[in-house]
């Protein structure tokens, strides 16, 4: 025990100096963050210059996101090399941070940003002539970037950092800027395209760059080369997966920023509080009944197929416009109200569950309930306006009625899925007590009740047992294993279930699925620019929540 109330001593005189020094502290840091806030303010306004500009990148846009790249790519090589060399720099990792599925969706958005890169640096090469050179450099110091920053996340994600804390949060939060800029101008320059793209018809890829268009009236900058076409065509698809590293990268960098400084009051050294997030290997994808992945994966191919007819008639003439919404809404309908009930049924399940609630302090946690909260109010308001613009707009027909249904299925499954996965992640792995339990000495579970009174006294769990019932408890204890089995194997149904669903609903807005200009309800009510921008500001979000609720279920279905 003088061991135990030796780290609590620890932690009490640290607690102490902290505090002592933690005015001085958050005023600088304070400072970085308006500093940071003024850098990104200036890159939005920049950015959002665009639309008035007629021009989906401006020069001093490519300058100010590459300067931030290079400064943040110098930092990170300093913290690598100082962690390195420092043995002391990081004595905890937090278990909770950084799971390996997070990293590794890291991992694959950032191969496919590098990709991306090749066809702009390809794209802009093909008329370098007109073009400033900062337009090539841009992209080759984005891969540099995407490089350092994706070994450095891969290694790093879990640091408690104990040196040199406010130059670590100031790199941390300039690099989390950084991301969060790069995913502002990706944004603009992607709703831009898609915003030319459905005004304009019969130039539907050609007129998304409009500086390109211009230049091709004066015949200097004409991107005329088949390969030129592909690289332009290439890098826009690929825009989602750019979208998505910045934000996975700006959630990791976010729950670093929160460890630094950060004492681990059960851990050891290179060791997190609590249950890690590996599930044992064989038991991954063996404990379910295999109904919700064979569902979720029914579901994905149509989607896919709905998908593609969607594409493909919905630049048509009025009739083949028309089936193709009602085919999209028509799947999108039976896919949410699957959603719903699933994500209702999940949290029925949760009450019968025995589990104890985790409400130890988590950061990856606390961000990760944010963000789907926050994430979730895009769609809420895109589905609020298509709701006001149905029922009191005209004519009501087939079409309205298939959009009202699907703005307020939009509105349930979001919030019966919010419900699901926040009370999912608040529980504690199977068996798991609760984490504020005191610690106890060792003890039996079943033993000779006449030997008891030698052994210390054990706490009452919800596992331990009373002396006097030694025999029918045993068989009872066994046969509780089972029931319990059940339900953890329909919790993990329902997390692929809603993974796979959330995967293709991800899918279709991500590469261009567009029925909010298609259908033109809200396009008569409100009109094409203020619709336009409600779209635009507000579907980058939905399409950021899909993509976190398919992290965020594959967490439960390991914690189930």
Known sequence: MDHVRGTERFMELSSVRCKSRCLPRYKALLSVLLAVNVLLLACTLVSGGAFNKVAVY????????????????????????????????????????????????????????????????????????????????????????????????????????HVHLDLTRCGLMFTLTTNLANWMAAVVDESVHQAYSHSNASHARLAADPERV???????????????????????????????????????????????????????????????HTPSRGSLFRETFFVGPVLGLMLLLVGLAVFIIYEVQVSGDGDHTQQALVIYYSFNIACLGLMTLVSLSGSVIYRFDRRAMDHHKNPTRTLDVALLMGAAL???????????????GVPRDTLGALNLAHALLMIAQHTFQNVFIIESLHRGPPGAEPHDAPPKEPCLTFANPDALHTLPTCPPTPRSVSPSLV????????????????????LKDISLFLLLCNIILWIMPAFGARPHFSNKVEVDFYGYSLWAAIVNICLPFGIFYRMHAVSSLLEVYVLA
Not at 254 to 275: D, E, I, P
């Open 58 to 161: 401006d020069t001093d846009v490519f300058a100010l996101l590459t300067t931030m790249m290079l400064l943040a790519a110098l930092w990170i090589g300093f913290y690598l090399l100082r962690t390195a060399r420092c043995a002391d720099a990081v004595p905890y990792r937090d278990a909770h941070a950084g799971p390996i599925w997070l990293r590794g969706g890291l991992v694959l958005f950032g191969v496919c940003t590098l990709v991306m890169d090749v066809f702009k640096t390809g794209y802009y090469s093909s008329f370098f002539e007109c073009q400033p050179a900062i337009k090539i450099l841009h992209p080759l110091t984005q891969a540099v970037f995407v490089i350092l920053q994706t070994y450095f996340l891969w290694v790093s994600a879990k640091d408690c950092v």
């Open 214 to 276: 211009g230049s091709q009236a004066g015949g200097d900058c004409a991107c005329a080369t088949t390969v030129c076409q592909i690289f332009e065509r290439g890098y826009f698809y690929l825009y989602p997966f750019n979208i998505e590293y910045s934000l996975f990268a700006s959630t990791m960098l976010y729950v670093m920023w929160k460890n630094v400084g950060r004492l681990l009051a059960s851990s050891t050294h290179g060791h997190g509080h609590g249950h890690g």
């Open 378 to 392: 895009g769609q809420y308001a895109i589905s609020y306006y298509s709701t006001v613009a149905v029922v009191v």
């Open 471 to 490: 025999g029918p408890q045993e068989a009872t204890a066994i046969f509780l294993a089972p029931r319990a089995h059940w339900r953890r194997r329909c």
